[in-house]
């Protein structure tokens, strides 16, 4: 089950009646996501690399209201006791393993299998990794390694460029989700082809995760804006000066935007129209 | 209270850097002290350590990092004197070299954050000089002509951790600490109200000189039976823990432990010319490389939670392989002398758990991650005053409190704990 495809044709044509008295539907329930059967009430999602320490960590997760984060098998041992597990269990998150720093099929499709075992779920984040310098994903592997998850019976997340043909692909052979880049993973440049995002989100069926490239709240409010149904954000809390305040912006971000995309945003005017009507106003002459 | 007959003052468990600093003195302040070690002294991961004294070059934003910062800047402080009377009490070499630290940016992207992180330091007031890339080449040559700019931070030193435990040792056994190697303490023993320290159980070792392999491995839970009846009983007045990463093999700590192994990957390199590739330890994205006066040189560290893993991995040895040549490209020519492997006693907040827990008589002197060395001699002084009863500085204690991290004590002070992530007031 997923949600209806809020285009910004359908937003608009539903207009007010579309909006029955959502005062705050991301706030008040009512708008939760569903991914593949789960329903998460907040709309961010966490990954949990790179943090000063596991105790700014709990402390992010807390204030950024997520429920489901991210975890690279590649980086962490799932049976090390007090380590990045423990906290967040003890946070009361659900993990999404992902398969990061896998640059083949073969490795990604063996790096879930591992997943799998070692953290009793069949959710996979899926990263193929096509170069080096940009962590930009490699289409044709991750086509590849998506089909064969699918078909092992993984519910697969996969990280995608911004292309809506791809998305679309991804889609079409079972994946549960699709999360497009904004722009490269950790360089904080936000979504550098809105279009393409909007187009994405018109063309596939699934949840669309903006994941990559959120550089600030803003970022995050315009993925909302776009149609995303959640955003994945990582470097930009965890190396935040301030990741627990971060944490709280994106939250409020990814609120906001959503809020925006539900409410129906007025369109766009070449020329001003007063917001205030100026018929019978009196007339106060020169001043 | 009397001693049994024969039983020291003070009990240390753990025969690493810390542990054998804490020896030295506090048996220098007339106290008996016994060291407790697993394997053999010196062979966890103070030997595997780099040895950098860099408080100023490892600053990081946040308040727990600040108070942190606070703690190195005053350990760095004492080495000098530290070093200086270590070597006259064992007659030998520690290593210090006043190398200086320089922090690199390759492009334009890395230039970028570390202006971020210079503006930072300058905000703390903290001396470091921002040096342009000719200025960075004219110190160090050997430099890539692709630096882009450097931070300089002049007070971030160095020392030998494999000179200053071969010094430790000599000085401990010199000024009469008994030093007992395989002595794997399993158990800490308490009196009938499980109120007091009154000794610690020792298992039995191994075959003598387990492998490394085999004897680094961190398994899950004790590697040696607690309730075994043929476990040695030790009586001391005060048993302090030093255990580092392996802490948690203890049994009997009242409260759990917030020690986790933190893995770290390193290489140990030597240049066959001898010295002078490098003068100041370097430190870019990825790692750093720390001079020996000897042409040798140390290329670390990863940084990974996969604490039961302790063989180096070619991925990890690569990337730090990588890095290196592309910021130092003379690095090819060295010879690689050994990979090492070694577990960090990371903590959440990664500052140290020094002074009293939740047991009279245990001081905790462990959870140093990537500290140890650096924190040694300030960790020797605080622990050395705990166990005379001296009056001692109360802000410092407090960043190093072993029960900060207690979960549902109310003599927990200002827990950190992640079962209660109450976010402080996070929005204006």
Known sequence: ?287 | MPNPAGAPDVLVIGGGVIGLAVAWRARERGMTVTVLERETIGGGTSRVAAGMLAPVAEAEFGEAARRLLDLGLRSADMWPAFAQELQSAAGQDVGFLRTGTLLLARDADEARELERQIAFRDSLGLTTNRLRPSQAREREPALAPTVRLALQAPDDHSVDPRLVLAALRTACESAGVQLREHAPVVRLETDAAAKRVTGVSVGKSGEPGPTRDAGDRLERGPAHDADDSSNEFLAAEQVVLAAGAWSGQVEGIAESLPVRPVRGQLLRLRDPAGPGLLSSVVRFAGGYLVPRADGRYVLGATVEERGNDVQPDAGGIYELLREAIEVVPGVRELKIEELCVGLRPGTPDNAPAIGPGALDGLTWATGHHRNGILLAPLTAQLVTQLLTGEQLDDALLATCDPRRFAVDSTSAPAAASPDAPAPKAVLP
């Not at chain 1, 960590?57 to 489901?68: D, T, V």
């Not at chain 1, 096509?130 to 997340?157: I, K, M, N, S, Y």
């Not at chain 1, 627990?244 to 369109?267: E, F, K, S």
């Open chain 1, 1 to 287: 089950m997923h949600e209806t495809i809020d285009t910004p044709a359908s937003a608009a044509a539903n207009g007010v009646a579309g909006g029955s008295a959502p005062a705050s539907p991301a706030a008040a329930g009512g708008d939760e996501l569903t991914i593949a059967g789960r329903t998460l009430r907040s709309r961010l999602l966490l990954g949990t690399g790179g943090f000063p320490s596991l105790a700014l960590l709990a402390e992010a997760i807390a204030a950024s209201g997520c429920e489901l984060v991210t975890v690279a098998l590649r980086r962490v041992d799932p049976a090390a006791r007090g380590s990045l597990i423990d906290v967040l269990s003890d946070a009361g998150v659900e993990l999404l393993p992902n398969t990061a720093g896998c640059h083949t099929a073969r490795d990604a499709v063996l790096t879930a299998r591992l997943a799998r075992e070692a953290f009793a779920t069949d959710w996979i984040k899926l990263e193929v990794i096509g170069d080096e310098d940009t962590l930009l994903p490699d289409a044709p592997e991750l086509l590849r390694a998506a089909e064969q998850l699918v078909d092992d019976g993984f519910v697969v997340l996969p990280y995608t460029t911004d292309d809506p043909v791809l998305a679309r692909r991804l889609a079409d052979i079972g994946c549960a989700a699709v999360m497009p880049l904004g722009s490269p993973i950790g360089s904080g440049m936000g979504i550098r082809n809105p279009y393409n995002i909007a187009l994405i989100r018109e063309r596939v069926n699934v949840p669309v995760v903006l994941d990559a490239g959120i550089g600030t709240a803003s970022d995050a409010a315009l993925a909302m804006e776009l149609g995303c149904d959640a955003v994945l954000a990582a470097s930009a809390i965890s190396r935040a000066q301030d990741p627990v305040r971060m944490a709280a912006a994106m939250r409020a971000a990814v609120q906001a935007g959503r809020l925006a995309r539900t409410a129906g945003r007025i369109p766009r005017r070449l020329y001003a129209t007063a917001s205030t009507p100026d018929e019978g106003l009196p007339d106060l002459g020169p001043v």
